[in-house]
């Protein structure tokens, strides 16, 4: 037991973060669904099956809420980005490790995969305040991928070029296949099928190695 708090604080704070947990689930999946301004807290309290009351008790606005579906996912996949660019991996191997990650991750959280992909063009944008929230966790990514290309180029492996743009190169290759990927779920998905993840490594290497 957690030292200085007693068994009931202890399931009580287990029950709120259970209850906070089953509403950013629920807002993940509508979201994803019906985009953010098409998205009401209803929909997602219903979802929950808990009161419209109660979504607000944990979260202030739909504002709030979109954002921290954001940086619950980020806070999960930035450590796992950052593992790989600390590796001792050879760039161009740490870039295929990267693609797989980030593909992976979509694939296994669809409903954020359609969210973040949603909010991709600028008449889907949330508001500005909760943009720049959530911003921070993809400037993050890409500084670490520029290291990637950095460490890449000192060594003679990778292309030259400024490492920010080519890391923003990266991620727009990635978040192409993604938005087409099937196993996202995407509404952009191509039909029966579309490209595997080894001509992804194949296009990924034709782009970025010396």
């Known amino acids: 037991m957690t030292a200085g708090i007693s068994r009931r604080e202890l399931r009580r704070q287990q029950h709120v ?16 669904a019906k985009g953010f301004h098409d998205t009401t807290l209803k929909e997602v309290a219903d979802l929950a099956e808990f009161s419209v009351g109660s979504v607000y008790s944990f979260f202030p606005s739909k504002d709030e809420l979109f954002l921290q579906v954001f940086l619950r996912r980020g806070a999960e996949l930035l450590p796992a ?4 660019v600390d590796s001792d991996d050879a760039p161009l191997d740490q870039l295929r490790r990267l693609v797989d990650l980030e593909v992976g991750f979509f694939r296994e959280h669809r409903h954020f995969a359609r969210m973040y992909l949603r909010s991709a063009p600028s008449s ?26 950095a460490r890449g180029q000192e ?9 920010y743009v080519l890391a923003r190169m990266l991620s727009g290759i ?23 993840i080894e001509q992804l490594h194949d296009i990924v290497t034709g782009a970025f190695a010396r």
């Open 155 to 163: 060594r003679g492996d990778l292309r030259d070029g400024d490492p």
């Open 81 to 84: 980005i950052e593992a790989v």
């Open 174 to 196: 990635v978040s192409t296949f993604q938005l087409l990927d099937p196993a996202t779920g995407s509404d952009d998905a191509v039909p029966g099928g579309g490209m595997d």
């Open 124 to 149: 889907s944008l949330p508001p500005m305040p909760v943009y720049e929230g959530f911003r921070a966790n993809f400037e993050r990514a890409m500084a670490l991928q520029a290291r990637v290309f």
């Open 17 to 32: 973060e259970l209850n906070r947990s089953q509403l950013l689930d629920a807002a993940e999946e509508v979201f994803g």
